[in-house]
């Protein structure tokens, strides 16, 4: 269910900013969307961050999950499977807009940090609502 709300989140927001979105029919695909710019395809790989009340931070697991009746199976993404990753915040309505080299660099989860408190960002806050990414 995140999973879809985050993907309408995106396409809404992709739509608002005048792109040309794509839907995957089905589950076979390692991308959610696609926009196409100007005859380009750009794949799109969504995600919905949580909250970790005990790390106050916002959690994202940059692996792709598939579940069978009794196991669940994490696998690392590799570069060619899609162009760009959108990371949800669904409170704030918030987006991350991370190239997949940067995306798959992480081992397994991606933190994020909303606070301003902090001395430094985390690499991650580089990407907050960087859209212009998309752009050919």
């Known amino acids: 269910m995140k999973a879809d709300i985050a ?3 995106v396409t809404k927001e992709l739509l608002r900013r005048g792109h040309n979105v794509l839907k995957p029919i089905g589950d076979r695909l ?7 710019t100007v005859g380009k395809l750009i794949r ?3 995600k919905c961050a949580w909250y970790d009340v005990n790390k106050s931070m916002y959690l ?3 692996r792709r999950t ?3 009746r009794r196991v669940m199976l994490r696998k690392p993404y590799t570069n060619e499977e899609f162009d760009f990753a959108i990371i949800y915040i669904p409170e704030g309505e918030i987006f991350y807009v991370m190239p997949v080299s940067i ?3 992480y081992v397994s989860s991606i933190a994020i ?3 301003t ?5 985390p690499r991650s806050f580089e990407y907050r609502e960087r859209w212009d990414l998309l752009s050919v």
């Open 66 to 68: 598939r579940t069978n």
């Open 44 to 46: 799109l790989q969504i």
């Open 60 to 62: 994202v697991d940059s």
């Open 7 to 9: 993907e309408l989140a």
């Open 117 to 121: 408190k902090r001395q430094r960002p």
């Open 113 to 115: 940090i909303e606070e």
């Open 103 to 105: 995306f798959t660099s």
């Open 30 to 36: 390692a991308y959610d969307l696609a926009i196409d």
